[in-house]
């Protein structure tokens, strides 16, 4: 994972036309460090520095997510299945961090209770 990512990062980044320097520059991150993800001795950085890699580099944010390992093929296909489901992050995107906390603490709920219930059926 971590050389198919850093040699995916490499591409765009070359495909973009700037050097480690620019892209760690506009990134916020150190020079070095780009040069160990695209050498492959690190792993993929957290999902914050790849948002701001991915709008850097003008990429989607999702296809990074996905190289870095964070989004799993199941997960992207149903994204694809279930436009429901892409409106759903969207939205966590796009609204406040006050919405965005009371979305997350109703779905903790929901889960908290789901899983009650399904102990209760063993």
Known sequence: MTNEFGKFLKEARVRKGINQRRLALLSGIDPGYVNKLESGKMPPPSPKVLKNIASVLGIDELDLY????????????????????????YALKVLSKEEQKSILDF?????ENWEKTDKSKN
Do not use: H, W
Not at 107 to 111: A, D, Q, S
């Open 66 to 89: 996905l190289r870095a390992g964070y989004i799993t093929d199941d997960l992207t296909k149903k994204f694809s299945e279930e436009p429901e489901f892409s409106m759903m992050f």
């Open 107 to 111: 779905v903790k709920f929901k889960l």
